[in-house]
């Protein structure tokens, strides 16, 4: 994710803000006649930022979602969503996490199940209790409102001609039932029903060519991911757009999603994608994904996000005179990169977040160097006098604050972006170009399609440079106070007239 800017932009990195709010649901009654044995109990897995998102005791293997739009983004979808899942733990009750819909039904391996909501948890109770090493079917019949909540945050966003997803952070369970946290990340396939003058596109590629029922009266879409996923990265667009088709390197097969009425114009932006990805490819290997493009949405958002293989971008990015061309170009790079960070390899926890935004900051400043000539360096030595300011205000890097409270994407402070960016710097200087690179490379391609912490990039950085990194690391990612940048003892952590 990375917040739009409002102000204009110069060689710096701008202050950046977002409408930020936040949502608690009360909940549905069970249809049920019959009650659970005692209260269902919302769960977590003790995240250090969310502890009350994700659900122990299983694992997700795949997602088939499906979507009936009735051509109002007013209007509740219906929907029904499957997890396939195994039991890693014996359980007799299965939390799901799950807000702001309305469930009509839960089967568990075909059997209807009882079922409960609390908090922002569904607590299903199968008929009989689940043995470690099982495999669940989960079926849910709910509905899934467009409208945001009073103080909601995340999940579907209205557009100018419909819906587009936006679940950083945890925020996919306001959408559909799921473990909703990056750690279990797991296949997907979407199956959207809308009227057959609406485009629907999704994560993915098509799994089949768009059915229209008799009499032309709707059309489903299917798409269909191939490689794992994080719930915070599902994307599902429905409007009037058109897809623009094209070839990038490899012969990856690309499609952005654009407004139809803005298809031309946008075209010069759409048209520089396969070079960035070209760009990005010498820099830290092949892309990891099946496709890539850019969904560009008519809402007010107030960040771009790194939706995977379809990042979300604001029109008004594209559109609004004060942004200069190098920066528009290195914003859809910084999303890009993500498809690398945070995408192919998601954190552990959300605390872990500076390896994506960190990273994703450091290639979108690094275009802008190649690409525009915007010193790198200068860039690092600012990030470098307000970092001790940063720190102060939203933790170390490796150990940010909580939230704020009811403000989830809080978490996307200025120590995760260009203050964890001069954490990469600051590497570069003490482990040298070479071996920097090849750290870049090889994290990617270690943990693809996987989860990885900081303690994993610690050590990936210590046997790549031959020796033991750990102070360097506790100081950069876990101190108070910036340390003193190698190779560069004059840079100040103290502001101007101080």
Not at 66 to 76: A, E, I, L, Q
Not at 304 to 332: C, G, H, R
Not at 408 to 432: H, W
Request: net charge positive.
């Amino acid at each position: 994710m990375l917040l739009t800017p409002r102000t204009t932009p110069q060689t710096k990195a701008p202050r950046r803000t977002a409408r930020i709010a936040t949502a608690l649901l009360a909940a549905s009654a069970s249809l049920l006649a019959a009650s659970a044995p005692s209260p269902a109990t919302p769960l977590g897995i003790g995240d250090p930022l969310f502890p009350h998102l994700g659900n122990p005791g299983y694992d997700v293997t795949s997602y088939d979602i499906s979507f009936t739009y009735h051509g109002s983004n007013t209007k509740p979808l219906d929907a029904v969503t499957v997890i396939d899942a195994r039991a890693t733990a014996p359980m007799e009750r299965v939390n799901l996490d799950f807000a702001h819909g309305k469930v009509r039904s839960v089967r568990v391996n075909g059997t209807a199940a009882r079922f409960d909501t609390t908090g922002q948890d569904l607590v299903v109770t199968p008929v009989r209790p689940v043995a470690r090493g099982d495999r669940m079917r989960i079926t849910v019949h709910h509905t899934s409102d467009p409208v945001p909540a009073k103080d909601a945050e995340g999940g579907w966003v209205q557009t100018g001609d419909g819906l587009a997803m936006a679940n950083q952070a945890d925020a996919a369970h306001r959408v559909f039932p799921c473990n909703d946290h990056p750690s279990d990340k797991a296949a997907y396939t979407f199956r959207v029903t809308a009227p057959r003058d609406v485009t629907v596109a999704a994560n993915g590629l098509p799994a089949a060519k768009p059915v229209t029922r008799s009499g032309g009266g709707a059309t489903t879409w299917t798409f269909r991911t191939r490689h794992p996923m994080a719930t915070e990265l599902a994307q599902v667009s429905i409007g009037r757009s058109e897809v623009v088709h094209r070839t990038g390197p490899h012969g990856l097969p690309m499609r952005d999603v654009v407004p139809a009425k803005d298809r031309r114009s946008m075209e010069r932006w759409l048209k520089k994608t396969p070079g960035q990805i070209g760009w990005m490819e010498g820099k830290v290997g092949r892309y990891p994904f099946e496709t890539y493009g850019v969904l560009i949405a008519e809402a007010q958002t107030g960040f771009e996000l790194e939706t995977q293989t379809l990042s979300l971008f604001e029109k008004q990015l594209f559109t609004a005179n004060e942004y200069p061309e190098w920066y528009v170009d290195s914003i859809m790079v910084h999303e890009l990169a993500h498809q690398w960070f945070g995408d192919s390899v998601s954190p552990r926890a959300w605390s872990d977040l500076w390896l994506n935004e960190g990273h994703a900051t450091w290639y979108e400043a690094l275009y802008a160097q190649e690409k525009a000539q915007q010193s790198l360096q200068t860039r690092m030595k600012d990030a470098y006098r307000q970092s001790d300011r940063w720190r102060a205000a939203g933790g170390p890097p490796a150990a940010p604050k909580a939230p704020d409270t009811g403000q989830k994407i809080s978490i996307f402070r200025p120590v995760v972006y260009d203050g964890s960016a001069l954490v990469l710097y600051a590497l570069r200087q003490e482990i040298g170009q070479r071996a920097f690179d090849r750290l870049e490379r090889e994290w990617v391609r270690t943990h693809r399609d996987g989860t990885a912490t900081s303690a994993d990039f610690q050590r990936m950085a210590s046997r790549i440079a031959g020796r033991d990194l750990g102070a360097f690391f506790q100081g950069w990612l876990y101190g108070a106070k910036t340390p003193p940048m190698p190779g560069h003892p004059d840079w100040s952590t103290a502001e101007p007239g101080h």
